[in-house]
């Protein structure tokens, strides 16, 4: 089944360029990967999304490995607003259902 | 405010009795999504609707758990015979049926069971 894989939590200084990693080795061939975002007692907020190409834009970055096991959302120049559990989601493929895992909880120091 | 909205936003309930949370999605999206989240988790997909029609349900959505989207509009997720472990965040989405299925979500309904 679909999964994803991240790091519980990272630090980050604030201004610096946030890498997040996500492992979805389990990816279908035509899925594509989302980032979302949860600031504490928020909904979700969608970031970015890709299938193979990096993307960009004025968020993020996504830079998404050949094989497509595995991809990274960069965060140019962090601030404390960008505080948040960042979740990469995959979609089961031939389903509408969507598999968040657990995030990453990014904290941004000053 | 355009958006996603829910409500109610907090429901305190006891052990036993039946709630209903509803959400009115963006009003020209046509997907709608329910979600429940707990402590530290991430969110867990409940069930789809295309319009009207449930296309799909988890297995976590069990027996006492039921959710309707009458006229293609708003909806509605009713647990019956709460329990405690029903308490969580319950998220509502929606999204258009057409390209890239960004989900846009509502603030989320939490419920305790006590």
């Known amino acids: 089944d679909a999964k994803t894989t991240q790091p519980p939590s990272m630090d980050c200084a604030e201004g610096r360029a946030a890498n997040l990693p996500c492992n979805h080795s389990?990816?279908?061939?035509?899925?594509?990967v989302y980032w979302y975002r949860q600031i504490h007692s928020q909904g979700p907020q969608y970031i970015i999304h890709?299938?193979?190409n990096n993307e960009t834009n004025e968020m993020a970055s996504l830079i998404i490995t050949e094989d497509r096991k595995s991809s990274t959302l960069i965060l140019p120049h962090a601030t404390l607003r960008d505080t948040a559990v960042y979740y990469c989601?995959?979609?089961?493929?031939?389903?509408?259902?969507?598999?968040f895992g657990t995030g990453t909880r990014l904290k941004v120091l000053a | 405010d355009t958006g996603v909205s829910q409500d109610p936003r907090h429901k305190i309930t006891k052990r036993g009795q039946n709630v209903t949370f509803r959400c009115d999605p963006i009003?020209?999206?046509?997907?709608l999504y329910w979600y429940r989240q707990t402590l530290g988790q991430g969110p867990e997909f409940l069930t789809y609707?295309?319009?009207?029609?449930?296309?799909?349900k988890s297995r976590l959505l069990s027996d006492r758990f039921s959710a309707e989207r009458p006229k293609g509009s708003f909806s509605t997720l009713e647990i019956q015979r709460t329990e405690q472990g029903d308490s969580a965040m319950y998220l509502c989405?929606?999204?258009?049926?057409?390209?890239?299925?960004?989900?846009?979500f509502g603030p989320g309904t939490r419920l305790t069971v006590t």
């Open positions: 989405a929606s999204s258009l049926a057409t390209g890239v299925y960004e989900q846009y």
């Open positions: 389990t990816i279908s061939g035509n899925e594509y």
């Open positions: 890709g299938l193979k």
């Open positions: 989601i995959v979609r089961v493929s031939g389903t509408y259902k969507y598999i």
């Open positions: 009003s020209e999206h046509n997907r």
């Open positions: 609707f295309q319009n009207e029609a449930q296309l799909e």
